[in-house]
């Protein structure tokens, strides 16, 4: 069955240092991908997403996500972390166009400590 | 609005009793989404509608949960005999016809069950 795996539960950086989220998904083809935000209290925002060509895709908040097939990944990286990037993080993917329903991994709660 | 709205934003029922959540999607969305969040865990898929249709409902848990679109745009999630299992977030989100749409759902911040 697909599905979307985020392997860690929570994370904590520091601020100023580097992040690095990991999503694995179980698709036979390449899906497509996205990775959201949510904050407390408020809806989940888009940050980025893939659906071909360059597998290094650039996202909003200074985000970007790189797309491995041989590694079935699409881990989502910041080379600062800021304060107010403290949220949970979620990963997920469609496995056709259209408006096919989005499947989420569990997410990924960001702590940023001083 | 300018976004997807949903009502109410909290609700607290007691076991047994019948509840509806409205959502009202962004205008000319046609693709309308309830998604459940539960403590913890990431969006759980619920049903879809292109249109008034129900386009994919496989993600109900069972038959005391319907959702009807009568007119193509706001959207109700009914939950009958409501159990204390079924506290969550649910969340709605909505997202444009495009030709070959691969673009992003839009979600409100969600209508929050508690069920005593």
């Known amino acids: 069955a697909q599905s979307v795996t985020q392997p860690d539960i929570h994370i904590t950086v520091s601020e100023g240092a580097s992040l690095e989220l990991r999503c694995n998904y179980s698709?036979?083809?390449?899906?497509?991908l996205f990775w959201y935000v949510q904050s407390p209290g408020q809806g989940l925002q888009l940050l980025l997403k893939y659906f071909s060509g360059d597998t290094l895709v650039q996202g909003i908040k200074g985000f970007e996500a790189e797309f491995k097939r041989s590694q079935s990944s699409f881990n989502l990286r910041k080379p600062s972390v800021h304060w107010s990037d403290a949220a949970e993080y979620f990963c997920?993917?469609?496995w056709g166009s259209g408006n096919t329903p989005l499947v989420f991994g569990k997410g990924t709660r960001l702590s940023v400590i001083a | 609005g300018a976004g997807v709205s949903q009502t109410p934003s909290n609700k607290v029922t007691e076991k047994g009793k019948y509840v509806e959540l409205r959502c009202d999607p962004i205008?000319?969305?046609?693709?309308l989404y309830w998604y459940r969040q539960s403590l913890g865990q990431g969006p759980e898929f619920l049903i879809y509608?292109?249109?008034?249709?129900?386009?994919?409902d496989s993600g109900l848990p069972n038959d005391r949960f319907f959702a009807v679109r009568p007119e193509g745009s706001v959207s109700t999630l009914k939950i009958q005999r409501t159990e204390r299992g079924d506290s969550a977030v649910y969340l709605c989100?909505?997202?444009?016809?495009?030709?070959?749409?691969?673009?992003?759902?839009?979600f409100g911040e969600g209508s929050r069950l508690t069920v005593l």
């Open positions: 698709y036979g083809a390449t899906p497509y």
């Open positions: 997920a993917f469609r």
């Open positions: 989100a909505s997202s444009p016809i495009k030709g070959t749409n691969t673009g992003e759902l839009f």
């Open positions: 205008s000319g969305h046609t693709a």
């Open positions: 509608f292109q249109g008034t249709g129900a386009a994919d």
